[in-house]
Each structure stands twice: as structure tokens, then as C-alpha cells.
């Protein structure tokens, strides 16, 4: 039968190829910004982080990049993995908010 | 270190029965968070605490709804009465925060799954 719910953006790369997960935010006063991946079954793990004085930050195989002029944040997956098959969040912060977008799901292809 | 701890991990009940879960921050951190998670809504904040006083509760969906803070070590998620519309993944999460924020980076448990028939 049909599902009904939210239709997530999904990403299919092959193994070892690059990644590039999207998110756009709404607040151009959010001065922090997180990306946290969701495994089946699993609660969000932080991934990497960024703040609005730069504009691109590097982690052991992820790179975030923040254009504010756009209001655009990416997460870039080097190398993917099986392992990185999972839901990817971002989430903006400005004060005591914290916004959380729909996610993306990433399949990676074997 | 052990991360945020909720319990039950699973739990099913009957609609109008109580249901309480319950949630252990990572030591030291002061910022307590809980959120709900469905298909058709996704990740939903209900409530958060800083230093054990509720700051925002304006994502608790009803009055069945009520969240404690007793202590720096513990919280707890009260539905009563359950209904079936609210079976979902309830997470609880714990940040460092200076007064009255919402934190940094926040660190989630593995979740609650809720089934209310």
C-alpha cells in the first residue's frame, strides 16, 4: 500500500565515491550549525561541526562547508563507505533554538 | 564514558495506560532535551532544561504530556493517557550550555520505541 509520511531526500553513491549531502537553513542569524547521522534504529550521532565565522571546516574523511550568503550548509563524504548508509541532519542553532532539518538518506552501493 | 542513557528501550501498552520513560544525561552536562521522532513529522523537540528547570516546552503536544527534572542525573517523559497517535521514537538528548541556552552539540541516547495499542 501506499506510505504516508516524510519523503526524504535520498543519495545513492557507490562505494568509494564522493558524497555531497545538502541542507538549506532558515535563520540568518543561526551562528552555529551541526550535522549528526541517524543509523536504522539508532538515536543522531554528531558528525562535525561549524561555526558562522568560517566557512568550511575539515574531519577525518567529511568536510562541512557553510555558505551564509545563501544560507546553504553541505556536508561533503569522502570515500564512502558502506558504514555511511544512514539518515544525515542538519541542525542550526542561534541562541536557545535548535532546528533540525527533515534529513537525507544516503545509500551507499557495494 | 557512557553516553545518555534512556530506558525502557521498547515499550508497548494498551491506549489510557500511563506511560513513563526515562532518561540519564551524560554526567556534567546541564542542558537536558527530549524529542520525539515519527514518520510523518520526523524530529520534533518537545521540551528542554537547563540546570534542571524547563526553558522551552512549547513542542509538548498536550496536557497527556508532562516532563520532570528532578536532578541533574535524571529525567522523566510522561504520557498519560497514552494514545495511539503517540507511538514513535522518543529520544532524550544532553548538551553543556551557559544559562538558558540550548547548548552546543547535543548528545543523543539510543531512544525509546513506543507502541500504543
Known amino acids: 500500500g501506499e506510505s504516508v509520511g516524510l519523503h526524504l531526500p535520498t543519495l545513492s553513491v557507490q562505494e568509494g565515491d564522493n558524497s555531497i549531502i545538502n541542507c538549506a537553513y532558515s535563520?540568518?542569524?543561526?551562528?552555529?550549525f551541526i550535522w549528526y547521522k541517524q543509523e536504522s534504529g539508532k538515536g543522531p550521532q554528531f558528525i562535525i561541526d561549524i561555526r558562522s565565522n568560517m566557512d568550511k571546516r575539515q574531519g577525518q574523511r567529511v568536510t562541512v562547508l557553510l555558505n551564509k550568503t545563501v544560507k546553504h550548509l553541505s556536508l561533503q563524504i569522502a570515500a564512502t563507505q558502506p558504514g555511511d548508509s544512514a539518515v544525515y541532519f542538519c541542525?542550526?542553532?542561534?541562541?536557545?533554538?535548535?532546528?533540525f532539518g527533515t534529513g537525507t538518506s544516503l545509500t551507499v552501493i557495494p | 564514558d557512557a553516553g545518555v542513557i534512556q530506558s525502557p528501550r521498547h515499550e508497548v501498552t494498551e491506549m489510557g495506560q500511563e506511560v513513563t520513560l526515562r532518561c540519564k544525561p551524560i554526567s556534567g552536562h546541564n542542558s537536558l532535551f527530549w524529542y520525539r521522532q515519527t514518520m510523518m513529522r520526523g524530529l520534533e523537540l518537545l521540551i528542554y532544561?537547563?540546570?534542571?528547570?524547563?526553558?522551552?516546552d512549547s513542542g509538548m503536544p498536550e496536557d497527556r504530556f508532562s516532563a520532570k527534572m528532578p536532578n541533574a542525573s535524571f529525567s522523566t517523559l510522561k504520557i498519560q493517557p497514552s494514545e495511539p497517535r503517540d507511538s514513535a521514537v522518543y529520544f532524550c538528548a544532553s548538551s553543556w550550555a551557559h544559562s538558558g541556552g540550548a547548548g552546543e552539540t547535543q548528545y543523543f541516547g539510543p531512544g525509546t520505541r513506543l507502541l500504543v495499542l
Open positions: 532544561f537547563n540546570n534542571n528547570v524547563p526553558i522551552d
Open positions: 535563520n540568518s542569524a543561526s551562528d552555529y
Open positions: 541542525a542550526e542553532i542561534h541562541g536557545n533554538q535548535f532546528y
